[in-house]
């Protein structure tokens, strides 16, 4: 099921608004991924990022 609030922009605006950089975004998936490779994949979903993106996003 997707989120009908939040949104890809909506989480990259809340983890910009406590100083996260691009890298430190992309540390936070690599994190998620090893540690939770399923729950990764439901996140992204959640927040409704396209399939292909997805694939990019958890390839990292």
Known sequence: MKST??????WIELFQ??????ANMQQ?????????P??????LEWIDIPADEISKIRAL
């Open 28 to 36: 936070w998936h690599q994190e998620f991924e090893n540690r939770y």
């Open 38 to 43: 399923d729950g990764h994949q439901e996140f």
């Open 5 to 10: 609030f939040v949104t890809k922009k909506l």
């Open 17 to 22: 608004a406590i100083g996260l950089t691009d």
